[in-house]
């Protein structure tokens, strides 16, 4: 099953100059240390120049002002590790699953485009469009008056609730739910939680990736949108009637509360936290692990917690948090008393 | 498929007064800004007040002592947003399912209530008991010996374990996982961990929801238990032997450890995590991404975390953290300094 | 369908000593409190000694040095906690599956060892290798070219991608998603991201447990790497290229950035987050919700975070927080005021 091209081949289709034996055949892409002759690698990043000297990889991609510090055959580009990224596609193995599976569920009224496969035990519901080349993996479920574009892929065990739209060119990895009720409740007299029916859709653009057991939530009234290119880790919570542009990638575990707006091209690394009703402006990054408990409005990188240490001294650190605003009080009085003395 | 209502109804429904025309045909719920005149909105935050000039809203709901600012249509009533609460439910689409798919797999002994609809591809495993009006999604397996309530809803692919208790009128989402093993492991001698099978069950009270993905282990010896009323987000875990009490709603992202006590009403924000073994009393409220490290027990507001910057800025104070205990020795030493030469 | 042992076989079972009646029939196990005269329970932390007096156990299990203060039946070892741990086995339920079902989808090439369960429309991709005596629950998907090994159990409900390979006497939960793409991506020029498709597999070893909902990314060039004995409980993200020693224990809501590797019997608690590309050494343990940024080289306890306080008190101090490093400012020029007037 294992693809192979010429390394003439790799650079047109990279656009990328060739320096070496062009009907060299490549096998697969490894790194620098590990890779053997029959497998390409790259170089990204300066710190592993070192490495250059040791590969026995077949051809190295690399940048024109390093290009030559390498005498083996290789692809000479601006970009190579975005040259590394184009590669991986052509070593990637395509889906098994092709036509419909005898034991899948389809709906009435659904339009299935040329070429969709639908596997083993999937669901779809009543009165979906699935567009051209689709795969719908096993076990996935597709609730009714669902849209999906072309070239889609659900990977198995996947949960679409009702009247979700999924553009063309994305990626749900598993265990994934999409459509889910947005968390609204009205509180009672008695304090009982009286449930809001999350009334609105999930929209999701085009080339979307959206990672294991994520979930993406409906808008209560309005929808819940997620903007083209958008690439969202594992494990990451996105609650209803958020608003993302394009081009965000967010990393796993992290959480986006309702009606968060989030601008074009950020990012936000994993375990962050965003609270409800805030906007976060065009490429602004978030560090790990932060809360973002404002509206931000200028670009530029953002973070909150504290550093690690060993307990034991993080444990006296953690105590004279809690003193803080008595320490600051305590500084300000021993700046008064020097200058009422004269002496500051 | 679109229900519709005339006003009247509506007013009578929710126990409002009604100013305006009775027969109006209400379609829809929209916010304020973008109702049109067959939809119903509602004001229920003075700082939308603002846009009740502007709404083409066929009707708002409102209180009485703003009522006499809106010119149009009206329901009056004391809590709008509670009264908005209850009309989505006449405007939310009832699940499709009915029946028993031929593809449902159900195991021996089981009792199926009247009405029960049971999904693609669901599996029920022996001796369950489901109770009337309830609806198991497709893909959504029940262990052996589960007892559901009466008018429950089991959205997709959610996962029982067996020996699992869910009362009436709960809503568990998809991929929510109800009765996995609690982690719990004694070490060996060898560092390597020994197995606590964990032999308690998880009992669930009524009217719960549980979101999409979120874990509830099954207790080590004695039962997890929810309590009624109780509302969790998606993404949360709850560990083995948690006890919630009633009307307690947990946001994204949040972690319970195991053997945590957590008091009727108590609210905690996206994120949040508890340690084991303590108790959190009635009426707490925990701030987002706050950690619990100790029982509480006094009602009201609990917070722990910094508050976002500018990475750079952040960086400089987080070092200064990291000195903080040493900070505040000097600050004293400075004190005493200046009571030794009587300058305080 | 209860189990019930003689005391004399349990304390064989245990290699402990038995104080009692041998012929006693236990038919469970339960804590000191709850526990009744058919019941085995167990003594492991001093503080439960008090209970020793009331309870109505049938026989407990009891250090050696503390089996004087107990008249009742008893199983004196060094370990109880251990022994307990060896008990629930002994009284745990084993799956009711066996067999193929015949709503179970296999592919082609596929080779089950003897005594294989798959549960009701669990899907098994081509060329997969099931071990002798491995179940697979209701709904679980493996994709192709997987390898399992002996005696490993799939709830219900798990995903495995494609070429994933899981040893013997696993136990992977429901939802747990194995194999998904890792986060990686290069960014265009455009600002958009260019997928770099995984390459990579999973490699999981023997004894390793997983929780419902977690999710193992699949290597981007090299595989990512669980040790034996690994433990890792519910919500938990492994990203792409780590690599797990053996006997390390995560627990829940924790998240482990791409390229990251954890030494030997390290144990994280919840709600953790590692960054990317560190090294964490062998018997590190990290705090709940600490945040990992750099390697760490020395075992011991490592804490980031701050504590919890009323929210009104917390807030005084987390604003001056991002004072911190001008109020370190402000005690070095008190300090060289005071040096400068001999006042020190």
New interface residues.
Partial sequence: MTRTYSLAHLAQHLGAELVGDPDLVIE????LL?ADSRQISFLSNATYQKYLAETRAGAVIIAPDLAETFAGNKLVIA?P??A???L??L???PS?LQGI?P?A?IGEQVELGEGVAV???A?I??RCVIGEGTII???T?I??DCKVGKFTRF???V?L???VIVGDEC?I?????IG??G??????SD?????????GRVVIGN?V?I?????V?RG???DTIIGD?V?I???V?T?HNVRMG??I?I?????I?GSVDIG??STLS??V?V?GHISIANDV??????????T?TEP??????????????????????????S??N??R???K??QK?D??
């Fill in positions: 697969g892409i490894a790194n590990t970009n590790y975005l590394y990224a184009k991986t596609k070593f990637s193995r098994s599976h034991s569920v596997g083993p035990n669901v519901g009543n993996g096993p076990g479920v609730g009714d990977a198995a065990n949960t609730y009702e009247d990626l990895h598993s265990s994934a739910v889910a009720d968390f609204g409740f009205a509180r009672a304090k009982s939680w009286v449930k809001i029916y999350q009334l080339r990736e990672g294991a057991t994520s979930t939530d209560a009234l309005d290119g690439k880790d594992n494990i919570h609650a394009k081009n990638a990393a796993a575990m992290t959480g509360s074009d091209n994993g375990g936290g609270v990054h978030i560090t790990g692990m932060s809360m973002v408990s404002a931000i530029g990188s953002y973070s909150s917690g504290t550093v690690l240490a060993p307990t034991r001294e993080w444990r006296k650190n953690a105590v004279r948090f809690r003193q803080l605003d320490l600051a305590r500084i009085s021993l700046e008393a020097l003395h002496l500051s």
